[in-house]
């Protein structure tokens, strides 16, 4: 079935190094979204992309969308301990577009 | 405050007890969902809802029912939990009935079923 995977699982980096998380998907989206979960909080959306080889950036946040729609990532800037939380991507399935699937998540530590 | 609100935050109930978690948007949102996340395995769909009577089932709908008799209302009931319900459960909503917009989730509901 269409799956959804993000690397890596866990990062763990140094206060003011720079950060990636990759997502690919099996399948062709017509958008992808990322949202942030802080440790004993709730997903919160970051942005969504749609359009094919776009980039959009967040102050520290950068965020792409692979020219084949099936790949995606977030690259953060010098994190900072408030960067800490688990990052997801997510798309919406081929079978209906009101069905929405997230991948797995990474996880990111930042050592002060 | 534009938010959705669910109801408990952490409940630890008995296999078979009948239980409803409740789910509440102010935003007008017409889209509705709820996930449920297990360490590992990231967050799954469960049911969503189009709008008022209109749900449909996600990927792991087993064990749930929903009802959406109110447009702000969205609440998840298991007739009869089980321990392998025992989960983080949350609820989101989203302006349209598409996914181009993003979720706003609830706070999540710990629920440890024994």
């Known amino acids: 079935g269409q799956q959804v995977m993000q690397i890596p699982q866990y990062q763990h980096v140094q206060e003011g190094e720079d950060f990636t998380t990759y997502c690919n998907s099996s399948?062709?989206?017509?958008?992808i979204q990322w949202y942030k979960q802080r440790p004993g909080g709730h997903p919160v959306f970051l942005i969504q992309?749609?359009?094919?080889?776009e980039v959009k950036k967040q102050k520290r946040l950068t965020f792409q969308f692979g020219e084949a729609k099936k790949n995606s990532s977030l690259h953060i800037t010098a994190t900072q301990t408030t960067d800490v939380g688990t990052y997801f991507c997510a798309g919406p399935k081929m079978d209906s577009s009101y069905k929405l699937i997230f991948g797995s998540g990474t996880r990111l530590l930042v050592r002060p | 405050e534009a938010q959705v609100t669910q109801n408990p935050r952490y409940l630890i109930t008995v296999t078979g007890k009948k239980l409803t978690v409740t789910c509440s948007q102010n935003?007008?949102?017409?889209?509705m969902s709820w996930y449920r996340q297990d360490p590992g395995l990231g967050l799954r769909q469960i049911y969503y809802?189009?709008?008022?009577?209109?749900?449909d089932k996600g990927d792991v709908p087993e064990g749930y029912k929903v009802s959406r008799k109110e447009k702000r209302n969205f609440p998840l009931i298991l007739e009869s939990p089980s321990p392998n319900q025992t989960s983080l459960y949350f609820c989101?909503?989203?302006?349209?009935?598409?996914?181009?917009?993003?979720?706003?989730f609830g706070s999540g509901t710990r629920l440890t079923v024994v």
């Open positions: 992309l749609v359009k094919s080889g």
């Open positions: 809802s189009m709008n008022v009577e209109v749900t």
């Open positions: 935003m007008n949102h017409e889209y």
């Open positions: 989101a909503s989203s302006l349209t009935l598409s996914t181009n917009y993003g979720y706003t």
């Open positions: 399948t062709t989206l017509s958008n």
